[in-house]
């Protein structure tokens, strides 16, 4: 809605947005969940690490605020408590970026939504994030027609196994 001038302009506040409630954070973290043990460890393993360099340099920020600035010290560790929460908040929405780019890894792409190109009957194609990939459903014997919109509900070595959305 534009502004016109000479019009009264009515502004609501924003409704907060709870983390917890959102589909599409808890949609991101279920979907980490379903992950093998392996690749879930590596995963957290790779984004701890990423997390180290800037929490070390918030951390020398805060010192030299405590030591120079005279910023109280219970002020200064609230403020690295908060960092440290930002950064597990942050986890569910950003771990997709640290799982494997290994084309060959289909576990990455479980839970991931697509459109089959071909009709599965019994194996097919599907396109998924931008690639084309073989298919075929994970019920035997239950083809999937060309259009459908499909979930990816795991793999075997480079075939996708797929369902329909709406189940």
Known sequence: MAYKPGTKSVMRPLAPVERRTDPCYMKRLNHFRMLPGKTKRSILFKYTLYQIPDTALAFLVLWILVEWA????????????????????????????????????????????????ETC???????????????????????????????VAGGRGLTLQIMPKDT
Do not use: C
């Open 70 to 117: 005279g910023v109280s010290l219970r002020l200064a560790g609230g403020l690295a408590i908060l960092w440290i929460l930002k950064d597990i908040l942050m986890f569910p929405l950003l771990w997709h970026s640290f799982a494997e780019a290994d084309p060959a890894n289909v576990h990455g792409l479980v839970g991931q939504e697509g459109v089959v190109t």
């Open 121 to 151: 009957d019994p194996h097919g194609y599907v396109q998924v994030r931008g690639e084309t990939w073989k298919a075929e459903p994970e019920e035997q014997g239950r083809p999937i027609q060309k259009g459908t919109r499909i979930v």
